[in-house]
C-alpha cells in the first residue's frame, strides 16, 4: 500500500515535471527564437563600411530582374505562358536577387544602420514603376528583418513595414514615355549611325534571319526589343527559341550595348536623365555636412530604386565608361565621411560582393565636400524641359 502510493507520488511528481518541463522548453526555446536571429549570426557582425568616420551614404540602384518590356506580335502568349506578371514587372527571380542584395547592403552597413528600423535613419524613394518599388521592398525586406520588440508576429520572421516614396527625382521615365522629343529625336538618328558603324552587311543578314522566323520585318528598333525579350528570358532561366544561335545572340547584344553606350555618353541625355537625382544627392549630403552638429547629427542613409539607365548615365558621368549594360541589382554607392570627403563605389550586379571604388572627375578617388558641390553644379542642370527641346527648334 505505502509502496504503491510511493510509486503513484513520484510518477505523479515526474509527469508533472515533464509537463513543466516540456513548457519551459517550448516556450523558452520560442523566446530564443523570437529575440536572435535565427538567420545567420554573420549579420551580427560589424559591416564592412561601419565605421565611425562614415556620416552618410546614398546607394542609387537598378530594379531586379524583371520581364520584358515590349509586346511581341511573334510571341503572343509570352506574357500568359512565362510572365505572368505582365510587362515590364519584378519577376520572382527578381525578387529573390534584391532580398539578396539587401542582406548585403546589411553585410556592408551593419552598425552604421542599426539593427532596428529607425524612421530618422533611412529614406528610400523609387522611380513611378512597380518594379523599382516592389524591388525597394524586397532590398528592405532584407536589409530590416524585424528584431527584438519590433518583432510584430511569432511566424512572421522577415517582414516589416517600412516607407517607400515613389518621388524619386529620377527622369528615365521621360526616355520612354514620349514627352522629351530631344531623346525621341536622338534614337532615331542614331540606329542610323549605329548600322553604319557596323559590318553591314552582317546586321542585315540578322535582321532578314530574326524578320523570316518572326514572320515579321524587323528593324534595328524592333531588334532592340527582341534583344530584351532574349535577355528576360536569360535572366528568368527560360529556355530561348531554337532559332537564335549564340553568334547571333551576341551580334545582337554588341549592337545593343553599341547603343547604351551612345545613349548613357550623351551629356544631354546624362543630363535630363540623372542631372536632378544626382543635385539631390549632393544636396543632402552638403545639408548634412553644414548643420552645426555635422559631427553628433546621426547617421542617414538613403536609397534610390532606378533602371539602368539611371546607373549607366551616372557611370559615364563619372567618367567609367567600361559599363556596357548595369545588370539587373547593380548599384552606386555614395558615401560622406565625417573628413568632409566623398568616395564612390559601383557594384555591378545584384550579387556582386565587392564593389569597386570609382575615381570622381577632377578629384581622384576621393572629393572634398565642397569640390563635389562644385562640379555638380557647373555640370548638370535640373532644367529637363529646356535639355529636351531638339536644338535648332
Ligand atoms: C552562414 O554564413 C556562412 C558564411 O557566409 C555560410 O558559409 C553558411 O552556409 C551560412 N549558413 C546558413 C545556415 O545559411
Ligand atoms: C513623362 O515623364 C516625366 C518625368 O518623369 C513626367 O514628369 C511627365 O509627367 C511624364 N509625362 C507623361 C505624359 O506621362
Ligand atoms: C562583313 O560580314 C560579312 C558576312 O559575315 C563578311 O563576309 C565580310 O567579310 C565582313 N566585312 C567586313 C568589312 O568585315
Ligand atoms: C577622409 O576619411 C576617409 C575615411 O576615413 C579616408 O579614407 C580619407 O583618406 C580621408 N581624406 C582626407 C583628405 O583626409
Redesign the pocket.
Known sequence: MTLDRRIVTLLACLTVGTVVGVWYAVTHHERTQSYDDDDNDTDAEPGTFASTSLKSVTVVFRHGDRSPAFDYKTFPNIYENNFPEGKGQLTKIGKQHMYQKGKLFRRLYNGFISDLYLDHEILVKT??YSRTFMSAAMVLAGMYPPKYYQKWSFSETVWQPIPISNDSP?????FR????PYTIWFMKNDNDVIINNYNETQIEELLSHLSEKCGIPINIEAMFDLYDLFKSMISNELQLPEWINHEQFQLMELIYYEQTRRVYNNKKIQNIIIGPLIKQISLNMELQSNSPDYIKTKNNMHLYAGHDMTLGTMMYFLGNNKIKLPDFGASAHFHLYLNKTIKVFYYNKWDNENGEEMSIPKCGYSCNLDDFVNLINNEMSTE?EQDCQIEGN
Open positions: 522611380t513611378k529620377d527622369q528615365t521615365m521621360l514615355n514620349g514627352s522629351c529637363w
